[in-house]
């Protein structure tokens, strides 16, 4: 007999839940026909729903025994969620999947073929389309990844979802890495173990609508960003070294100019130009350094990465 826990968070989800469920039962009764020696677990995370959610998974966790959940005392994000599922998932094989239906569950009997029989220790998603999804966000995507995999020597795969299946070696490798600022993408890279890769066209959630805006994901690139790559801080350091040698070839340019043809006033505009130029210069590169200077400090405060409220 083996274990697949099945870790679903869940933001705000009363409306998708149902779905998942129904469709889950579907995949749960596929595998009893290729795989009759596993059994299921469901493990939903709340992360803090101002909905019905933990109604819904109340519900279904007392006419179901295989329905587990974890409740949250606000929301913490996905990110925490997705840790707090692996915390307390007893599974053998532990897969992620999201509560809108967006990661097909029917992928699932050939993932968990590659894990069992084809020798990988994981099997992930990746879109390889963004159907339906806004133009600018799809193109600001892209660059994040390949601005991503150009400064950090954690691979991070273009289009990869959360929706991957685990062993147990493999979860414990993630469950090891305590940091509280957590960019799950680069951990499964930083880890390493081998993985075996499904592509599969962008599906539209069932029910309910995303929780990610512009401005959440904007700010989430830059956290994976510092988390996985300290290039910025290097960026810094060779913009101040560039501008200091172009500094020294103006000075003597200037210093020579002004022996051969004398000092008339003048250049107050380019002055100001030139301080403005520097100013900003200096504010991003200090800025940079505040972004790790920060993530720093947080991690020093050793806080926990989720707070339960109830666990059944
Ligand atoms: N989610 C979560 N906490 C959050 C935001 C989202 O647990 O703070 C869950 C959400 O309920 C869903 C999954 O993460 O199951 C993916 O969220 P969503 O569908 O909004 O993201 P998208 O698919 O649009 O990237
Ligand atoms: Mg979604």
């Not at 913009?239 to 008339?264: E, Q, R, S």
Request: charge should be neutral; aromatic fraction near 14%.
């Amino acid at each position: 007999m083996s274990l697949l826990t099945v870790i679903v968070p869940c933001y705000n989800e009363e409306e998708a839940i149902p779905f998942f469920y129904e469709e889950m039962g579907k995949t749960i009764e596929k595998f009893k026909t290729d795989f009759p020696d596993v059994s299921f677990e469901l493990l939903f995370i709340d992360d803090g729903s101002k909905d019905g959610t933990l109604k819904v998974l109340k519900e279904l966790r007392s006419k179901d025994e295989r329905v587990h959940y974890v409740s949250f005392s606000r929301n913490f994000g996905k990110e925490a969620g997705i840790y707090a599922g692996l915390d307390n998932a007893k599974g053998d094989y532990v897969v992620i999947m999201d509560a809108d239906l967006q990661d097909p569950p029917s992928l699932l009997p050939d993932m968990y073929r590659a894990v069992t029989e084809e020798g990988y220790d994981s099997a992930a998603t990746r879109r390889v389309t963004r159907k339906g999804e806004p133009p600018i966000r799809s193109f600001f995507a892209r660059m994040f990844y390949k601005l991503m995999n150009g400064i950090s020597k954690t691979e991070i795969v273009d289009g990869a979802r959360d929706y991957r299946i685990m062993s147990r070696k493999m979860v414990d490798a993630i469950l090891s890495m305590g940091e509280y600022n957590r960019f799950t993408k680069g951990i499964y890279g930083w880890v390493g173990f081998n993985t075996k890769w499904f592509a599969y066209e962008n599906i539209e959630r069932v029910a309910g609508e995303t929780k990610w805006s512009f401005w959440k994901l904007l700010l989430y690139s830059i956290e994976g960003i510092v988390a996985f790559s300290t290039a910025p801080l290097a960026i810094a350091s060779l913009l101040g070294l560039l501008f200091m040698v172009l500094a020294f070839v103006l000075i003597i340019f200037i210093v020579i100019k002004t022996l051969m043809y004398g000092d008339p006033t003048s250049g107050w505009p380019s002055m100001v130009c030139i301080l403005t130029m520097f100013g900003g210069i200096q504010l991003f590169s200090i800025g940079i350094i505040g972004q790790y200077l920060a993530k720093a400090y947080l991690e020093t405060k050793g806080r926990p990465i989720y707070i339960a409220k109830e666990k059944e």
